[in-house]
């Protein structure tokens, strides 16, 4: 399994991301995928989850309404569209076969500050 998360930034209270992850090493049409962060000093925190053919997604309460997560199994490509971000969403943002984020990515960092 092999991921690579990309799209973070530094970006205005307010603003909007788009991650990326590509993705390869495994059928990645037929894996659920998600997306997990982590805070400076603080835990992993799962994010959100998608089925694997897209049908279905996940957020946890303090991403709901403002992120989507979509994929497109053509391009083996999850996307995590982040919009109305807060400071307290600055973390490094990993994506995973599993929603508790092993294995990942070497994360992307996403830096939410006036």
């Known amino acids: 399994v092999q991921v690579v998360e990309s799209g973070g930034g530094l970006v205005q209270p307010g603003g909007s991301l788009r991650l990326s992850c590509a993705a390869s090493g495994f059928t990645f049409r037929s894996a659920g995928m998600s997306w997990v962060r982590q805070a400076l000093g603080k835990g992993l925190e799962w994010v959100s989850s998608?089925?694997?053919?897209?049908?279905?997604?996940y957020y946890s309460d303090s991403v709901k309404g403002r992120f989507t997560i979509s994929r497109d199994n053509a391009k083996n490509t999850l996307y995590l569209q982040m919009n109305s971000l807060k400071t307290e969403d600055t973390a490094v943002y990993y994506c995973s076969t599993d929603r508790s984020g092993t294995p990942r990515g070497q994360g992307t960092q996403v830096t939410v500050s006036p």
């Open positions: 998608i089925s694997s053919g897209g049908t279905f997604q």
